[in-house]
């Protein structure tokens, strides 16, 4: 009985370890993908930001909250594509840690503009 508590907490707490979540960003004529996450730097999000402006996709992550190591803590987040679809996301370090957040576009797609989890 004690073993199977005892492997009952391990697994427990292993479920419960943040997954490896890297930033993802995909641009082409065509498409646009971006998924954010925990592990996504400030930094990343001004050269994502700064790309996607070249493309005349206008990127406002100016409520996202950041810690001091510059990982990404609460998103915020809100694009309009050159087309003017504007859409909100929002998500807390919780669901960071779990789940991408994000938008994707496809010029010819439908729906042609996806934001939120991704």
Known sequence: MKHFFISLVVLTLL???PK???TV???SDETVLVKVSHQT???EMKTIAEQLKEKKFQMDFTGSEFY?????KNLKLIIIT??????ITKADIV???FKYFGFLYKKEGNPSFKIGEI
């Open 41 to 43: 730097t400030q930094s």
């Open 68 to 72: 001091e190591n510059d990982k990404l």
């Open 82 to 87: 050159p087309q003017g679809n504007k859409g």
């Open 25 to 27: 960003f995909e641009l």
């Open 95 to 97: 669901a960071l840690q």
């Open 15 to 17: 479920s419960c370890q």
């Open 20 to 22: 490896d979540l890297p």
